[in-house]
């Protein structure tokens, strides 16, 4: 399984503010993955300034990571977070995928895997997911194969109905792919809908204008304004299985939602 994790609003942080976040970023993980029973330093990690790229081994099981680890993870950020000012917060951004990726790569993990996680970690509904719930510590995005055969195969454990099928496309890349999004401990059904909050890059909500519409009909989801939400393999000798998450939206040209 693979993850990829991502720091909202780290570029807008200062020299010092970003040493300390990565500093945090690295422990919250650590004591989160400790406390559901996973070890770290079994993780194959490429490291970035405001993330990172995680293969775990073939034996942690998706239903630990999704249904304890990011939840752990969620409720430690939310208790970091109560008693700091808005720019020393820290929320990430979760994907999760699966998949084969080859850990002798000569500079990072090669593999479609890799790429298709890094996309929806990186993806616009997950960033305005995010941005909806400022008290929030991590909203999940898992891809359609998670999903199916993880999320819905452990119903008690990953409450399926609280994820919410969403369109990731990046039009310049040639990527379109079903995910499905969870924001952990918040109600994704009970989002004001109407003019979207603008998202820019960094993650930061620009406007706010709501109003409230039904979902259409035949739709398990909402809409946000223009923006429509719904409702292992062998390994070869340098390749391991990974894994990922996601829910329904459309996405302009841009890279924005609509």
Known sequence: MLISVDMERYSRRSNVQQ??????????????AALVGLDRTQWHTQQAGDGE???????????????????????RLRAYNVSR?????????????????????????????????????????????????????VALVVSDDIYRNVVQEYPEEMRPERFRKVQVSHPD?????????????????????????????????KSVGRSVEPPHSG????????????????????????GSVGRDAIIDRDGTER
């Open 219 to 242: 739709d398990a989801g909402i809409r946000i304004g223009r923006l429509q939400v719904h409702g292992q393999s062998a390994v070869g000798p340098n390749a391991t299985a990974i």
């Open 53 to 75: 790229l995680a293969i775990l081994p073939r034996d942690a099981h998706e239903a630990l990571i999704i249904g304890r680890f990011v939840p752990e993870l969620n409720r």
């Open 173 to 205: 890349k040639g990527f379109e792919e079903i995910a499905w999004l969870y924001v952990v401990d918040e109600d994704m059904a009970s989002l004001p809908v109407g003019e979207p909050r603008t998202v820019d890059p960094a993650g930061d909500v």
């Open 85 to 137: 000012v808005p720019a020393a917060r820290i929320r990430l951004r979760v994907a999760v995928h699966q998949g084969l990726v080859h850990l002798d790569g000569a500079n990072g993990f090669p593999g479609s895997a890799v790429v298709l996680v890094c996309r929806l970690c990186d993806s616009a509904p997950l960033k305005r997911a995010l941005a909806a719930f400022p008290d929030a510590g």
């Open 19 to 32: 040493y300390e976040a990565q500093q945090e970023f690295r422990r919250l993980l650590h004591e989160a």
